[in-house]
């Protein structure tokens, strides 16, 4: 109500002046109105910049992670720790859950205890024939030995003993977070039952659907700007990892493969509109798309000079909805504006010409 109250009052200060033509800057009003107004209207302004215009192809997809595990038991026995919980950030290969080692430590020593039996076998089917010859066994005839000995079947035991002792700590295969843990302490675990599930939120990726007439405007390594609900003022950047070889029969649309970084504000799971590169115009003098409006039919923009808020009359080129490249003027061959100049995005669609304005932030404009 009292951004409504300022406005009119602002409105009934100050006259309508229009710009002279030809030079594309407004000429300042020449009315007592406008020059002696003294009330300031609240406004929001960002700056020219030049530099890349990127044009874009719209669409929407599902942020999946490029990595997500449900985690299954290889082992049996009662837990006797569980070292996270639902939400803890975890490394590769750090211990999440420990079964109880105790029967796998014997099963360790009663391997290697065999494998040991195997050798005094080997030495007893060996050194008679060694005293007897002079020489020690070699070759194949050593091989043969050790085969009726036992000994690599031991030696397989072992091995095998020590991998079942290494499962019963159940480690994170990669970085990320955890989702869910399924077990407690004291529980006892059963051979495949389900512990837990991990999911990297750092490294992430959406399949988005592209119409078949823009397919061919989008490329391999384009950027991405892909944009959640749940923070609409944090876009992501991404880039285009690749364009997916079938096109559906009934949407007409194919896919493009995009990855990027969460940046803490996206999740697996949310749906999120992307904004796809599809041309790059490098080198144009860009004003936001909302400081574009219209006078008397012809585009103009406010620019903030000395506390007040100028209208300059533009020639809008291409746009990709959220910028706009500004053209030179048709006679001078210049453009009207230049990098850094302050133009209005808010506040400035009931502005008159040379009205004096309060430039603020836009969270400021927000309270109450």
Same mark, same amino acid.
């Given at each position: 109500?009292?951004?409504?109250?300022?406005?009119?009052?602002?409105?009934?200060?100050?006259?309508?002046?229009? +710009?002279?033509?030809?030079? =594309? *800057?407004?000429?300042?009003? /020449?009315?007592?109105?406008?020059?002696?107004?003294?009330? /300031?209207?609240?406004?929001?302004?960002?700056?020219?910049?030049?530099?890349?215009?990127?044009?874009?192809?719209? /669409?929407?997809?599902?942020?999946?992670?490029?990595?997500? *595990? /449900?985690?299954?038991?290889?082992?049996? =026995?009662?837990?006797?720790?569980?070292?996270? %919980? !639902?939400?803890?950030?975890?490394?590769?290969?750090?211990?999440?859950?420990?079964?109880?080692?105790?029967?796998?430590?014997?099963?360790?020593?009663?391997?290697?205890?065999?494998?040991?039996?195997?050798?005094?076998?080997?030495?007893?089917? #060996?050194?008679?024939?060694?005293?007897?010859?002079?020489?020690?066994? #070699?070759?194949?005839?050593?091989?043969?030995?050790?085969?009726? $000995?036992?000994?690599?079947? *031991?030696?397989?035991?072992?091995?095998?003993?020590?991998?079942? %002792? *290494?499962?019963?700590?159940? #480690?994170?295969?990669?970085?990320?977070?955890?989702?869910?843990?399924?077990?407690?302490?004291?529980? %006892?675990? $059963?051979?495949?039952?389900?512990?837990?599930?991990?999911?990297?939120?750092?490294?992430?990726?959406?399949?988005?659907?592209?119409?078949?007439?823009?397919?061919?405007?989008?490329?391999?390594?384009?950027?991405?700007?892909?944009?959640?609900?749940?923070?609409?003022d944090q876009p992501v950047t991404g880039r285009i990892a690749?364009?997916? +070889?079938?096109?559906?029969?009934?949407?007409?649309? =194919?896919?493009?493969?995009?990855?990027?970084?969460?940046?803490?504000?996206?999740? !697996?799971?949310?749906?999120?509109?992307?904004?796809?590169?599809? #041309?790059?115009? +490098? =080198?144009?003098?860009?004003?936001?798309?909302?400081?574009?409006?219209?006078?008397?039919?012809?585009?103009?923009?406010?620019?903030?000079?000395?506390?007040?808020?100028?209208?300059?009359?533009?020639?809008?080129?291409?746009?990709?909805?959220?910028?706009?490249?500004?053209?030179?003027?048709?006679?001078?061959?210049?453009?009207?504006?230049?990098?850094?100049?302050?133009?209005?995005?808010?506040?400035?669609?009931?502005?008159?010409?040379?009205?004096?304005?309060?430039?603020?932030?836009?969270?400021?404009?927000?309270?109450?």
């Amino acid at each position: 109500m009292r951004r409504s109250v300022v406005t009119l009052l602002l409105i009934a200060a100050a006259c309508k002046a229009k +710009p002279e033509e030809g030079n =594309g *800057a407004a000429a300042a009003d /020449t009315t007592a109105g406008a020059g002696t107004s003294t009330l /300031t209207l609240p406004v929001v302004a960002q700056e020219v910049r030049q530099g890349d215009l990127i044009l874009s192809v719209t /669409t929407t997809g599902q942020v999946r992670s490029e990595a997500m *595990a /449900t985690l299954k038991s290889e082992t049996q =026995g009662p837990i006797v720790a569980v070292l996270v %919980r !639902p939400g803890d950030r975890v490394r590769k290969d750090q211990p999440l859950v420990q079964v109880d080692p105790k029967p796998l430590d014997l099963a360790v020593q009663e391997a290697a205890a065999k494998l040991e039996e195997a050798r005094l076998r080997l030495l007893d089917n #060996t050194v008679p024939d060694s005293i007897v010859t002079g020489k020690a066994l #070699t070759g194949e005839r050593l091989r043969n030995a050790e085969i009726r $000995a036992g000994l690599e079947a *031991a030696r397989v035991a072992l091995e095998r003993a020590r991998l079942e %002792r *290494a499962k019963a700590t159940i #480690t994170a295969p990669f970085d990320g977070v955890m989702d869910e843990v399924k077990v407690s302490v004291g529980e %006892r675990l $059963a051979a495949s039952q389900e512990v837990g599930r991990i999911v990297d939120i750092d490294h992430l990726r959406i399949e988005a659907a592209v119409l078949e007439h823009d397919l061919p405007l989008i490329r391999l390594g384009g950027q991405a700007v892909v944009t959640a609900a749940a923070a609409p003022d944090q876009p992501v950047t991404g880039r285009i990892a690749a364009i997916l +070889p079938i096109v559906d029969t009934t949407t007409r649309a =194919g896919r493009a493969l995009i990855r990027m970084s969460g940046g803490g504000v996206l999740r !697996p799971g949310m749906y999120a509109d992307v904004r796809l590169e599809a #041309t790059r115009l +490098p =080198g144009r003098i860009i004003v936001p798309a909302a400081a574009v409006i219209e006078r008397d039919g012809r585009p103009l923009v406010f620019v903030v000079k000395d506390g007040r808020a100028q209208w300059v009359y533009i020639f809008p080129g291409r746009s990709n909805g959220a910028e706009t490249e500004v053209l030179p003027d048709s006679a001078t061959g210049q453009v009207p504006v230049k990098p850094g100049d302050l133009v209005l995005v808010e506040g400035h669609l009931t502005l008159t010409h040379d009205a004096p304005v309060q430039v603020i932030q836009r969270a400021e404009r927000e309270k109450p």
